[in-house]
């Protein structure tokens, strides 16, 4: 049901009110909601694939790997470490604070909003909202309207585990997100596009509220002459075709030392006619190939496609299109420069433009030009070469020789950086996200500072010359 504007008003003034009841609640009563949450997805699990289908054509293995148990074993992480992130945290003193205890003391921000994607609808929805649970925050959530059966869905499941003035769903369109973001947010945290991002950047700022941002951009793959071709192939391949192509993380284009391209595009083109071509072979048919989510970014995609090989580029493998169905196969590239209409933006779907190098410092110049990428991949055997693309790049986050998965390393905080977004979620580091960290100290009798407040005498002078050299 399309929540009436007015809504929005009532159930923040509600979450205001009872924020402090969440804050106060234990580990427990949070590990319990957790739970509840848990036991819910994996209930309602074929209606969740039924409603990702409906939306586009997601692979049911696909909505229970990516969606169903990437959040399942986020909440499982947390539940399990919840009682340690709690508890507040002793700092050993300092030699000038000497005399005091402190420490630090984890406290829900209050009042959250999350404002998910479309391309990941439970995972990237669910994600941000249950490390803003297990901090103690209430949470407000506006997910994508072009995933409607996902988003409704998502609503029922907030609708039956949870009251309004804790955790409220919106669904809607834009002009929903707009008037969410009028309202004064203790944090926002948003995963989209750098241009959307801007924007809610800006609202956020009307408020001084804080941000996170989970961005996107173009995320290079880095294969040099050593690499394990196969299994280079094999993962390209699976993180840049699976859901589509519509993943922040996919590599988005591949750099390939040009003595190992022919082989390694030959083994793209066979693996992905393994992962993704069915039992006959053909991706149009296959069970394992998602859709465009939408009319509007096949059209996106198809002229982009259109423009590149009019500019010169080839397509080595793809380039069918089916309109009624927004249907585009597994695409790649051959040919391609900087300057290709491939290369203008993020993807954002099943395409892969292919650029060769000569030397790797080509590669990591060439990266060095533009915007700083969500994720960074390297294929290689070589330390040295490993090491060189490390200390000569930068990236929200990279796997080498593999793709996407640092992502679900619920150890590793995962954010972009610059333009790809900053802050960081999964884990300790989304529980960090939606918390305070309140610095306490507590002073004993004795305070040495006491010695050094005014009237500054000749002596107070002289004890605060020696404290400036000396400590």
């Known amino acids: 049901m399309e929540p009436n504007l007015s809504r929005i008003d009532t159930i923040f003034e509600s979450q205001m009110a009872n924020r402090q009841a969440i804050r106060l609640t234990t580990f427990r009563e949070r590990k319990a909601k957790l739970k509840a949450i848990e036991t819910w ?7 969740i694939q039924e409603a990702m289908f409906s939306d586009f054509k997601k692979p049911t293995s696909e909505v229970d790997l990516a969606e169903i148990w990437a959040t399942v074993t986020e909440i499982r992480h947390i539940r399990s470490h919840l009682k340690e992130w709690m508890r507040s945290k002793k700092v050993p003193p300092t030699l000038t604070m000497a005399t005091s205890d402190a420490w630090i003391q984890h406290e829900p921000k209050g009042v959250v909003l999350v404002i998910a994607p479309w391309n990941f609808p439970f995972n990237l929805t669910l994600g941000p909202v249950v490390c803003a649970i297990a901090a103690g925050n209430c949470v407000m959530i506006k997910p994508s309207e072009l995933t409607p059966n996902s988003s409704a869905l998502l609503g029922k499941m907030v609708t039956e585990l949870f009251d309004e003035n804790e955790i409220a769903l919106f669904e809607g369109d834009a002009s929903v997100a707009i008037a969410l973001q009028e309202k004064p947010f203790h944090h926002i945290f948003f995963t989209g596009s750098p241009q959307i991002g801007k924007v809610v ?133 051959t040919n391609v420069t900087g300057k290709s209409p491939i290369m203008s933006g993020e993807i954002f779907g099943p395409i892969l433009p292919v650029i060769t190098f000569k030397k790797l410092s080509e590669a990591t110049d060439f990266i060095n030009e533009r915007s700083k990428p969500l994720g960074l991949y390297i294929f290689s055997k070589k330390k040295k070469n490993i090491d060189f693309i490390l200390n000569n790049t930068s990236a929200g986050g990279t796997s080498i020789n593999d793709t996407i998965l640092h992502y679900m390393h619920l150890n590793l905080p995962f954010g972009g950086v610059n ?52 400590f």
């Not at 192939?233 to 859901?243: L, Y």
């Not at 610095?439 to 605060?464: A, E, F, G, W």
Request: proline share 4%; charged share 20%.
């Open 201 to 333: 950047m800006e609202k956020a700022a009307k408020h001084l509220s804080s941000v996170t941002l989970e961005l996107g951009g173009k995320s290079p793959t880095i294969v040099d002459e050593t690499a394990n071709l196969k299994d280079a192939a094999q993962k390209i391949s699976w993180g840049k075709f699976i859901n589509c192509g519509q993943i922040c993380l996919a590599p988005d284009y591949a750099l390939i030392h040009e003595s190992v391209k022919d082989e390694l595009l030959e083994n793209i083109k066979s693996f992905t006619a393994k992962q993704f071509g069915g039992q006959n072979g053909s991706f149009a048919s296959s069970k394992d190939f998602a859709r465009i989510v939408n009319n509007h970014h096949h059209s996106r995609l198809s002229s982009l496609i259109d423009k590149t090989t009019a500019s010169g580029d080839t397509i080595y493998m793809g380039g069918d299109i089916q309109i009624d169905s927004n249907y585009i196969s597994p695409t790649v590239l």
């Open 419 to 470: 333009t790809s977004g900053f802050g960081r979620t999964h884990g300790k580091a989304g529980f960090k996200a939606f918390s305070n960290e309140r610095s306490v100290l507590k002073q004993s009798r004795l305070s040495p500072m006491k010695m050094m407040y005014p009237p500054y005498t000749p002596l107070v002078k002289r004890m605060i010359k020696m404290v400036v050299k000396y």
């Open 41 to 47: 997805l994996l209930d309602h699990q074929s209606e």
